[in-house]
């Protein structure tokens, strides 16, 4: 069956380190790969996408990295801030659809 | 734009009872998704809509929940009859034209069957 696995444990960083986080998915070919962001009480909101033929992808402090061959995309966060605090997931589309496919997520704590 | 808008942020019900949710997308997005998010399942899609015809609704979990879009600026999800287990946060989120297009989220409906 199709999954898509993020680490359910939260993730504890002290500010100004590089917190990474993960993404597998299995039995998937996806064209493209999005994070996003999920502060309580709030939906997601769209970070990055990286489509198949990208390696690497910047925005200021974020950088995801996306290999089809290990089947995993990682998203790191540079200097992070406690306002990094949040939720992440990772959303994969079904190949030549518009059917978006969310992970369960992994919540950062950034502490000061 | 407002950005996608969902109506009641909250709702609390008695079991059995019908509950409809609805959901405005942005303006000129052509694709609609419903989602459903819980502790244990994370966020599930219930059923998405491509120029308003229903695509995909395999993660509808059973015959209680229906989702209709009557036209490009309106969608509704119904959940009748309402059971306990029904419990979640309801979003319900748009796209633009073609793949590889963010999705934007409404904030959510906090439905709660008693």
């Known amino acids: 069956s199709q999954k898509i696995e993020q680490n359910s444990e939260a993730l504890n960083i002290q500010e100004g380190k590089t917190a990474t986080l993960t993404c597998n998915y299995t039995?998937?070919?996806?064209?493209?790969l999005q994070w996003y962001r999920q502060d309580p009480g709030r939906g997601p909101v769209f970070l990055l996408l990286i489509r198949e033929n990208e390696k690497e992808k910047r925005k200021e402090r974020l950088k995801v990295t996306f290999d089809t061959t290990l089947k995993q995309s990682l998203f790191h966060i540079t200097a992070s801030q406690p306002a990094d605090s949040a939720t992440y997931l990772c959303?994969?589309?079904?190949?030549?659809?518009?059917?978006?496919?969310f992970g369960t997520g992994t919540r950062l704590q950034v502490f000061p | 734009d407002a950005g996608v808008i969902q109506s009641p942020r909250h709702e609390v019900t008695e079991m059995g009872q019908e509950v409809t949710l609805r959901c405005k997308p942005i303006?000129?997005?052509?694709?609609l998704f419903w989602y459903r998010q819980t502790m244990m399942r994370g966020l599930e899609l219930l059923i998405y809509?491509?120029?308003?015809?229903?695509?995909?609704d395999s993660g509808m979990p059973e015959d209680r929940f229906s989702a209709k879009m009557p036209n490009a600026s309106f969608s509704t999800l119904k959940i009748q009859p309402s059971e306990p287990r029904d419990s979640a946060v309801y979003f319900c989120?748009?796209?633009?034209?073609?793949?590889?297009?963010?999705?934007?989220f409404g904030q959510g409906t906090r439905l709660t069957v008693v």
């Open positions: 809509f491509n120029n308003n015809v229903p695509i995909d």
């Open positions: 989120a748009s796209s633009g034209t073609g793949m590889n297009t963010e999705a934007f």
């Open positions: 959303a994969l589309d079904r190949l030549n659809t518009d059917k978006l496919i």
């Open positions: 303006s000129g997005h052509n694709s």
């Open positions: 039995n998937y070919s996806p064209a493209y």
